[in-house]
């Protein structure tokens, strides 16, 4: 990676509060902090402004479950849907009974509304209302007691309006019309909800609490060409003059945040698992790779349910990708929602594929749709388990050591958004409930699982899981019902663990000292924690293994309770030890410094078993000038865990990587992950080593990896950069990001706005880092040029970052490469490239006053700080 991209990536960390921590083991190699903060999951990618509060509002000191006045049994939705005015034309039918105490109105949650008619079923007399634009309180007319049912009709039209967002979902307008008068022909006609956290109230009147339940039944009657997918099984579907009337019915009760709608000219790729129905609905143009795409879901269906010891408990599984997607996903039940990221062909899924999206999603309909948390206060019980699926499946997939690499940059997320965002797991007392959606709720609930896993031990873990699903099935959960069923399996009261990790805030922050006294034999390991009193527990309760190991490689573990301020263990030892590592399961969520040695490092590199072991070796030997700190380096170049391979590479010393050429060459060629083989091209281009041209050459016919494609041309731009302009134009066919940024910066290189227009046409194609590297190639070859040309390209970008529908990489690419091209014309010598400078300065004020994410809003301060309102 160039000195310019590791610039442009710590400023955009720093930006996000990157992790400052002194923990040893850093972000893993080929996971940046941003992307771990940019979750594309049911979690954080971008915000908007929240809808404002009251005048007369006050925060409250206690966010409290809903309360109950009235129970939401069953819900029929009969829909149709007005195109060109964006609106939902439903009949509603709600069958309802007082919770507890006898009643005669009821509250639903109806946002936008128009309504025709509010009745009885069975009625012709309408019931009177009061209605304020978000809730329409009811008069039944008498006064029914618990167990008296009723049912009301309700026809409406609905009016879906955004009004805010969050840094999980960006948008709480609740179903989204995608070009509904085809007027974009990039884009395809589509119809798709959003439910959570209380969006569906925004297309359906319901009870739109987490702690509600209802089964249901919808009609969506649309034009023939459309599919519909919905919650629950496909009864059957009528036709009658050009139009479709989809009848689908979910017998089983769920939130009602997690209905679900996805409309549009679908692919759909069927299959089974165990009977049931398990489906993937993508745009046609990939169909084939469908399975690619979902990779492993019917494999991730057994596993779980094994593991769990509950059989996936719904009627299907169906996943389908729209466009525009204000999430990352959504776990409706049933039928998950996934933004078109995850949508790529096969060989751009290689070594990168959606298993971690995948297994988050399927996870939830055990912890989220089956057993719901009762409150968003108490979200961690469904997007911690979730978040640990995770790690559990690339345990039983990958193995262990590439659960770790992920179970770090989990670490590193929590730890960065904790620098300025520090609140309990359990947190009743958010400003707003989107704001529960953070690196707590998720990073921190499955780092927290996952000691509560080391403590107990995989059996009493996963049979505590399975009596907290059996015993809650179906109902709405706080935290004290999972701290129950583990108490219920352990016999042991689990207060201290669930008081220090829920509903205290913070993680403990360690210094740890090793020494030996060679006079008395006594190794000591004296563990103090540092952390800030003040803003979290002085003292943490912390089970911990220390392993100590002798010169030749043996070990003894010592389990030890940390639960002072400052402890010191002491062991009787024969001989001195090579090494002593406290925490030696690496499992503890805390940053910690200690003062092991080179040698130590060196040792532990050799000896040690872990992941993180080897990791945090290679990592604290770069720099590193000795023969023997090399030689670690070099063996790492060996490690069976790809990334350390690579973190090996890119620590080399420059004599031993001027050394390394003949192997490097074959990394690149025969390494078995595509990561390591791009990252050896990067490497042999930074030492300019012309030895790899025929390699390079062949990985661009040959490899299956298109990251190692672009890479391998990227090598042949500074090396033979004749040879690259051959082949591009081959290249640029291709739509997958790492292509088309290597032909993008083989283009810039030459200084010929000729090239100009592929930029243009590829620019939106490109995603993550790569939109920002692109839009730099853009911005160069413009300002390389004459001075209309730059305003023709600077007139692009500011459409890009005005968007309202555009990836937030190509807008802070975007207005990034704005200002990149503002500064080099106020340094220019011509008059009239000084003079554009200041129109160029005139959009970037109204490109940051008009910014409604907050996450860009931050990049932008910081980027634009020298321009002022």
Not at 46 to 59: C, D, G, H, I, W
Not at 399 to 421: F, I, K, M, Q, T
Request: aromatic share 12%; with cysteine; glycine share 6%.
């Amino acid at each position: 990676m160039s000195i310019l991209r590791t610039l442009i990536i710590g400023s955009m960390l720093v930006l996000l509060g990157s992790c400052g921590s002194q923990q040893k083991a850093v972000q893993p190699a080929g996971e940046p902090i941003m992307e771990t903060e940019f979750r594309q999951l049911d979690t954080m990618f971008v915000s908007a402004s929240r809808e404002p509060e009251p005048e007369n509002f006050t925060l409250p000191t206690y966010r409290a479950s809903h309360t109950r006045t009235h129970d939401l049994m069953h819900t029929i939705l009969d829909l149709q849907f007005d195109w060109e005015a964006e609106q939902v034309l439903g009949v509603a039918t709600l069958t309802l009974s007082p919770y507890f105490y006898p009643s005669d109105e009821v509250t639903l949650d109806a946002k936008g509304f128009e309504f025709e008619y509010i009745r009885l079923k069975g009625s012709d007399s309408n019931l009177e209302y009061d209605y304020d634009g978000r809730q329409v309180r009811i008069n039944l007319g008498k006064t029914y007691k618990k167990g008296e049912s009723y049912t009301l009709e309700i026809k409406y039209v609905a009016t879906p309006a955004a009004s805010g967002g969050s840094s999980a979902i960006t948008s709480d307008k609740g179903l989204f019309f995608i070009d509904p008068r085809d007027e974009d022909p990039d884009k395809p006609t589509q119809i798709w909800t959003q439910g959570e956290t209380e969006h569906n109230s925004r297309w359906f009147p319901t009870i739109d609490k987490p702690n509600e339940r209802t089964t249901q039944e919808m009609y969506v009657t649309v034009e023939e060409q459309y599919e519909v997918l919905s919650n629950g099984v496909l009864e059957n579907v009528e036709e009658e003059a050009g139009m479709k009337t989809w009848h689908w019915v979910m017998d089983q009760p769920h939130a009602p945040y997690l209905f679900m709608l996805a409309i549009g000219e679908f692919a759909v790729v069927e299959d089974t698992w165990e009977g049931k129905p398990v489906t993937y609905y993508v745009e046609p143009e990939y169909e084939a790779d469908a399975e690619a795409i979902f990779a492993h879901t019917k494999e991730m269906l057994s596993f779980f349910s094994d593991k769990l010891g509950v059989k996936y408990p719904w009627q299907k599984y169906a996943q389908v990708v729209v466009r525009d997607y204000v999430s990352g996903a959504m776990e409706n039940t049933t039928a998950v929602i996934f933004g078109d990221f995850v949508q790529r062909h096969k060989r751009e899924l290689i070594d990168d594929g959606n298993d971690r999206i995948v297994a988050h999603e399927l996870f939830h309909h055990w912890f989220g749709d089956l057993v719901t948390t009762e409150s968003w206060s108490n979200l961690t019980m469904n997007e911690g388990f979730a978040n640990y699926s995770e790690y559990l499946w690339f345990e039983h997939k990958y193995g262990r050591d590439y659960a770790d690499h992920h179970l770090l940059g989990e670490w590193s997320g929590y730890l960065s958004s904790a620098r300025g965002n520090l609140h309990p797991l359990i947190h009743f007392g958010y400003e707003d409930k989107e704001d529960m959606f953070d690196a707590h709720s998720y990073n921190k609930g499955g780092a927290v699982l996952h000691m509560l896993r080391n403590y107990v031990g995989d059996d009493a873990f996963f049979a505590a899981l399975n009596l907290y699903l059996t015993e809650n099935a179906y109902t709405a959960v706080e935290a004290h019902n999972l701290r129950l069923a583990f108490e219920e399996v352990t016999g042991e009261d689990l207060n201290w663990f669930f008081n220090q990790w829920y509903f205290e805030q913070g993680h403990p922050d360690l210094s740890v000292t090793y020494d030996f006294n060679e006079a008395t034999g006594q190794a000591n390991v004296t563990v103090e924690q540092i952390q800030n009193p003040e803003i979290m527990p002085a003292i943490f309760q912390l089970p911990a293994a220390i392993d100590i190991y002798k010169a030749n490689g043996e070990k003894v573990r010592h389990e030890v309770m940390v639960n002072e301020r400052t402890q010191t263990f002491t062991f009787e030892l024969e001989e001195a030890p090579a090494l002593m590592q406290f925490d030696a399961d690496r499992v503890l969520l805390a940053e910690m410094q200690d003062n092991k040695s080179s040698a130590q490092y060196l040792f532990q590199y050799k000896n040690a078993p872990l992941f993180l072991d080897r990791y945090e070796a290679v990592l604290e030997l770069r720099g590193e000038q000795s023969p023997e700190a090399q030689q670690v380096m070099t063996a790492a170049l060996e490690d069976p865990f790809w990334a350390i391979r690579v973190a090996a590479m890119q620590n080399l010393s420059p004599e031993t990587a001027a050394n390394a050429g003949a192997m490097l060459s074959q990394m690149g060629s025969e390494d078995p992950h595509s990561e390591v083989r791009a990252m050896a091209f990067s490497m042999l281009a930074e030492l300019e080593d012309a030895s790899a041209v025929s390699f390079a050459q062949q990985a661009i016919q040959q490899d299956s990896a298109y990251s190692v494609i672009g890479a391998a041309l990227q090598y042949l731009t500074v090396l033979d950069p004749e040879a690259a302009l051959e082949i591009a134009d081959d290249l640029e066919q291709h739509s997958s990001s790492d292509i088309l940024l290597a032909v993008g910066e083989l283009y810039a290189s030459t200084g010929d706005a000729k090239y100009l227009p592929f930029f243009k046409k590829n620019l939106t194609e490109v995603s993550g880092f790569s939109a920002i590297y692109f839009v730099d190639a853009y911005v160069e070859l413009a300002v390389n040029s004459d001075l209309e040309t730059s305003k023709t390209v600077a007139g692009h970008l500011n459409t890009l970052a005005l968007g309202e529908s555009i990836s937030p990489w190509i807008k802070f690419g975007a207005t990034r490469g704005l200002n990149e091209m503002r500064k080099a014309f106020e340094q220019a010598e011509q008059k009239e490239q000084q003079a554009y400078a200041e129109t160029l300065l005139e959009r970037l004020k109204t490109i940051k006053a008009s910014e409604k994410n907050p996450q860009l809003i931050s990049f932008y301060n910081q980027m634009l700080s020298d321009i002022k309102p």
